[in-house]
């Protein structure tokens, strides 16, 4: 058993409903390890923590440094401008993560769509997807996406999650979250940021099913 204290900032205080805690753990976990603990003890905070960086006395930590006794974990949330809007992720992305990106101020109404990897499809069963990516093409026309968005409604805000690498069934693939002072406009925006994103970015996905496996959209 090793005993380590973790401190929690800002929004990620008031999700965790406490200052600190002080935690007595079986295993010498990784910070990554902790990130996923926390999520479980504090489910209003597991949208946050995906964009949180995770501190170790006094100093910023990867994910795979092992806590030893007595460190001091400090959960800190992204400050102002301090988290993009539009990102490739490598890692799972949780529901209501898109939403914690958005600015707040001014905000009516929220719309979302969550992309899942389903089992079947065209009556194949699926056994994964592989998502691969160009990421700076990626990353600028998402985000111009976003800011065409922006323009055409009278929105607060727009943020766009999409996964790449290798998804299980039931995995989220792509989020978004729309924000804006009324419903209506957020609702139009979502849909059509959805139908851009497919059209328009480098974004690949291959099917593995039963059957084999195929890069879809890319046959005459």
Same mark, same amino acid.
């Given at each position: ?11 990620a205080?008031?999700?965790a ?19 996923t ?7 209003p905070?597991? *949208? +946050?923590?995906?964009? /949180?960086k @995770? ?8 994910? !795979?440094?092992?806590? %030893? ?15 993009p ?50 990421a ?10 976003a800011?065409?968005?922006?323009r055409?409604? *009278? +929105?607060?805000?727009? /943020?766009i @999650? ?6 299980q069934?039931? !995995?989220?693939?792509? %989020? ?6 009324h419903?209506t406009e ?5 849909r059509?940021v ?27």
């Amino acid at each position: 058993m090793i005993a380590v204290t973790v401190r929690y900032f800002a929004a990620a205080r008031d999700r965790a409903g406490v200052d600190s805690e002080r935690l007595e753990l079986a295993d010498a976990l990784s910070i990554g390890q902790l990130r996923t603990l926390l999520a479980t003890r504090h489910p209003p905070l597991a *949208p +946050l923590l995906p964009i /949180c960086k @995770l501190g170790c006395n006094d100093e910023f930590a990867d994910d !795979d440094q092992v806590l %030893q006794a007595e460190d001091d974990v400090l959960v800190l949330p992204p400050s102002a401008g301090g988290a993009p809007r539009v990102q490739l992720l490598e890692t799972p992305i949780v529901l209501g993560q898109a939403e914690a990106l958005c600015e707040q101020d001014g905000v009516g109404g929220m719309v979302t769509f969550t992309g899942v990897v389903r089992r079947q499809n065209l009556g194949k069963a699926v056994q994964r997807l592989e998502f691969s990516a160009y990421a700076p093409l990626a990353l600028k026309e998402m985000t111009a996406i976003a800011d065409a968005a922006m323009r055409r409604w *009278p +929105l607060v805000d727009v /943020c766009i @999650l999409h996964r790449v690498g290798v998804l299980q069934v039931g !995995d989220i693939a792509v %989020q978004i979250a729309v924000a804006g002072a009324h419903r209506t406009e957020p609702f139009a925006a979502c849909r059509w940021v959805i139908d851009e994103l497919k059209a328009r970015v480098p974004i690949w996905k291959k099917e593995v099913t039963d059957d084999g496996a195929e890069w879809l959209g890319s046959t005459p």
